[in-house]
């Protein structure tokens, strides 16, 4: 399984980027997926998730109202839109695909492939 995060990038506070994720391997569209992100300095930390068919999502609090997550499982992709973002949303964003097409915790070991990561940085 490989994942490939992509979309990153400079925007100001207060802008928009869309991440995307792609998979590959066999039968990747029947797994959860999760974000997760990385600030300089910081321990990576969770930022969203999504079960096997979009029927369920899961944010952390500080990205609700924000964030949103999709995927579009015929492109074996899925997508974390982001709205109104702000300098502490700078981080190295990654992508992650569960062990499970339901769980959408935040419980990292619960993830068993990672991408490589995307970085976004929101300037003031």
């Known amino acids: 399984v490989q994942l490939q995060a992509s979309g990153g990038g400079l925007v100001q506070a207060g802008g928009s980027l869309r991440l995307s994720c792609a998979a590959s391997?066999?039968?990747?569209?029947?797994?959860?997926m999760g974000w997760f992100r990385q600030a300089p300095g910081k321990e990576r930390e969770f930022v969203a998730a999504?079960?096997?068919?979009?029927?369920?999502?899961y944010y952390a609090d500080s990205v609700k109202g924000r964030f949103t997550i999709s995927r579009d499982n015929a492109k074996n992709t899925v997508y974390l839109q982001m709205n109104s973002l702000k300098p502490e949303d700078t981080a190295v964003y990654f992508c992650a695909r569960s062990g499970s097409a339901y769980y959408t915790g935040s419980d990292q070991p619960s993830y068993a492939y990672w991408g490589q990561g995307t970085l976004v940085t929101v300037s003031s």
């Open positions: 391997g066999r039968m990747s569209s029947g797994y959860s």
């Open positions: 999504i079960n096997w068919n979009g029927g369920s999502t």
